[in-house]
């Protein structure tokens, strides 16, 4: 076995929508057959996958009787059994039919918001009984074109009761389920509520049981408005919130692309796996590593695979690489004399006799202003780490 085959304890993990994805665009039709739900798992079992993860309607086709999703759903839990996938998140689609082009939660006629929470509630049961202890919540509809047709106030409390109801369902049914907002900040609406992690982070304080939610960063969407994918991560890391996480790669100033793990910006993606490993101070984060990505339109399914192989190699390069650098004597000394523990009493709970210490203290601030710190040499050094030309 190779280093870099992927095993269960990596907890890769791959939606149906994402190795399925057959090569649509607004400009183009699909350049690649819909497989089945089966075949996908199978495939992804192949590429050494640890879960598989969906929307409602990737498995049951919109609008399928009772008795058909009961026989699509058994011959699924068979493939999973066969193949040995888990089913770790799921979600629902509230953007594909016509009738979400106002948003879905959030839409102004309550119609549509009362489909939107019974589509939910279905495909809520749906992911239970398939294992999901994760469940997402994408608001890819809920946005606008034109601000005129609600005040923005309205679609957040739109979005709050409705969340509310469904998380007041998970207990009243006892599920041991969380749910995770993901953010994005435009596509397909013009603006998307709630456009960042950070939006989301606050917008969780608001809710009726915020112990029960958190959040699912994506690389694409954070790098779309511009930001650290890091900063969002590492903020929802602090605040306990990191439910879930979309991994993929995307360039500033594009459409959401989508593409193959650490394809772009692999800074980023080094850092995001730094932090998501604790190669710095030692704390893994547990959850699902989810690619939420597809391969390039130009790929037929040997392709697809080779995209879904790539992002998984990708992130145990990097783990490798992170590891090596945060081993490095060199970049342990540099980070070491940035810091020291002098005065840190001082700093942190406030006290009349603190304040008097603080004052007290003597501050070469010039000095403080002349000192070089060495960032230079430390980002050279990780650029080296990234590409191989250190730490073995
Ligand atoms: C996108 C989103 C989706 C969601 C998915 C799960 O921009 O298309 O990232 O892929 O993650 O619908 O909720
Ligand atoms: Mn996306
Ligand atoms: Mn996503």
């Not at 066969?82 to 770790?88: A, C, Q, R």
């Not at 009349?352 to 501050?363: C, M, Y």
């Not at 601030?365 to 080296?384: F, H, N, S």
Request: aromatic share 8%; charged share 25%.
């Amino acid at each position: 076995m190779d280093r870099l085959d992927p095993t269960p304890d990596d907890r890769f993990t791959f939606g149906l929508w994402t190795v399925g994805n057959p090569g649509r665009d607004p400009f183009g039709e699909a350049v690649r057959p819909v497989s089945r739900p089966v075949d996908l798992v199978a495939g992804l079992a192949r590429v050494g996958a640890w879960g598989v993860n969906l929307h409602d309607n990737d498995l049951v086709p919109f609008g399928a009787s009772a008795s058909e999703r009961d026989a699509i759903v058994r011959e699924f839990k068979q493939a999973l059994a066969e193949h040995g996938l888990v089913v770790p998140m799921a979600t629902t689609n509230l953007f594909s039919h016509p009738a979400f082009k106002d948003g879905a939660f959030t839409a102004n006629d309550p119609a549509v918001r009362a489909f939107a929470l019974r589509k939910t509630l279905d495909a809520i049961d749906l992911g239970v009984e398939l294992g999901a202890s994760t469940y997402v919540f994408w608001g890819g509809r809920e946005g606008c074109e034109t601000d005129a047709c609600r005040d923005p106030r309205e679609a957040l409390a739109r979005f709050r009761d409705a969340l509310d109801f469904l998380c007041d369902y998970v207990r009243e049914q006892g599920y041991e389920l969380r749910f995770a907002l993901e953010a994005k900040p435009n596509e397909p609406r013009g603006d998307i509520y709630l456009a960042t992690t950070g939006h989301m982070l606050h917008f969780i304080t608001t809710l009726a049981h915020p112990e029960m939610v958190g959040v699912n960063p994506e690389v694409a969407h954070e790098t779309m408005a511009g930001l650290s994918f890091v900063h969002g991560v590492a903020q929802a890391l602090d605040a306990g919130k990191l439910f879930h996480i979309d991994l993929n790669a995307q360039r500033i100033g594009r459409y959401d692309q989508d593409l193959r793990f650490g394809s772009e910006d692999l800074r980023q993606a080094f850092l995001t796996v730094r932090l998501l490993e604790g190669t710095l101070d030692g704390q893994r984060w547990e959850g699902s590593r989810h690619f939420d990505a597809h391969a390039y339109r130009s790929e037929d399914m040997n392709g697809v695979w080779d995209f879904a192989r790539g992002c998984m190699r990708t992130y145990k390069l990097l783990a490798e690489r992170a590891r090596a650098f945060d081993a490095d004597p060199e970049v342990r000394e540099l980070l070491a004399a940035t810091r020291s523990d002098a005065h840190t009493d001082l700093l942190r709970e406030h006290s009349a006799e603190k304040v008097a210490a603080l004052r007290a203290l003597t501050i070469d601030v010039d000095a403080l202003g002349a000192q070089g710190l060495g960032y230079e040499r430390l980002d050279q050094i990780m650029v080296e780490h990234i590409l191989g030309a250190r730490g073995g």
